[in-house]
């Protein structure tokens, strides 16, 4: 699940800190850097855990409403949510299970959250469709919960507060997270039952032997890309770029010359991507030309053995 999007923006907000904080000690920023990272699969879970919690929630709501209708003799509630297929294989699966158990990544402590967003859902045109609607199958469930998750669990401003109050990191986690909750809920197959996957916690072996190398170059070899930085500025005073920016622009000249796979192209607008989020309106702009000129010179003088568009 941890990809290079993930990796390059945990790097960015690492780096900064690494310099802000003054405590300049590479093995603890490193392991701050993997327990970041480790944060961000907590998450994942914890949202899937999200729709379990919801359906004990809605058990609670039935078995209050099947003895009322017992008692005043009226019609029993439908089973159909809490029958839900799709909810019924997740809570029963064995990866989610495990985690959940050595990690305590459920929603028990936050009881008001999930109550709240269960009747949300009861309250939501999409649950009443599928209440009223004679399609009943797994894949009418699965469904169910897709839609649900991208109309009322994404951009929630309570379920946010929530997740902040437990953790920081999860601040800048969430919207990437989403996607890869809602890539689960498509994978899901009725035939796998409960050994059904969930994605790894990185997407290849690669992927952590990269965090660790980006984040290694980016700052054993700063003074050498600062120097790049410095020499494409030309009438520009340097010192006078935001820091965010000298980060941002760091990093990318370390994936450039440590990674001869990684198109140049590639690199340069992943970074021009995180200065728009994290440096001021104008920077990715700047960044931009320094990274292009800056990619352009280590060509020439032999220092990357990349092309580049002319």
Do not use: C
Not at 95 to 105: H, I, P, Y
Not at 193 to 218: C, I, M
Request: glycine letters at 2%; aromatic letters at 12%.
């Amino acid at each position: 699940m941890i990809n290079r999007e993930i990796i390059r923006t945990k790097i960015v907000q690492l780096t900064y800190a690494y310099y802000q904080n003054g405590n300049k000690n590479i093995e603890s920023a490193e392991k701050e850097l993997f327990f970041s990272l480790s944060k961000s699969y907590d998450l994942y879970n914890k949202m899937l855990s999200l729709i379990v919690a919801v359906t004990r929630e809605a058990r609670r709501h039935y078995e209050v409403e099947l003895s009322r209708s017992r008692r005043e003799n009226t019609k029993e509630p439908s089973q159909k949510f809490i029958l839900n297929r799709f909810a019924l294989q997740l809570e029963d699966n064995r990866q989610l299970l495990d985690f959940n158990e050595a990690q305590n990544t459920g929603w028990d402590d936050t009881p008001e959250v999930v109550r709240g967003l269960y009747n949300q859902i009861v309250s939501s045109v999409i649950y009443k469709e599928y209440m009223e609607s004679s399609d009943d199958d797994y894949a009418a469930d699965r469904e169910l919960w897709r839609k649900l998750y991208r109309a009322l669990i994404e951009h929630n401003a309570d379920i946010d507060a929530a997740l902040e109050e437990q953790s920081l990191y999860w601040n800048d986690d969430r919207e990437i997270v989403d996607t890869f909750v809602v890539k689960t809920i498509k994978r899901f197959d009725e035939k796998n039952g409960s050994n059904q996957e969930l994605l790894p916690e990185y997407e290849s072996d690669d992927d952590r032997e990269y965090a660790h190398k980006l984040f290694r170059a980016t700052i054993m070899n700063a003074d050498e890309y600062q120097q790049y930085m410095s020499d494409a500025s030309h009438n520009w005073d340097f010192s006078r770029l935001a820091y965010m920016d000298v980060v941002i622009m760091q990093i990318a000249i370390a994936e450039m010359l440590t990674f001869p796979s990684i198109p140049i192209n590639v690199t340069i607008n992943e970074y021009i991507n995180l200065a728009k989020i994290y440096s001021t309106p104008q920077s990715w702009r700047y960044i931009n030309g320094m990274l292009d000129g800056i990619a352009r010179f280590l060509i020439d003088s032999g220092k990357m053995m990349k092309v580049m568009n002319k």
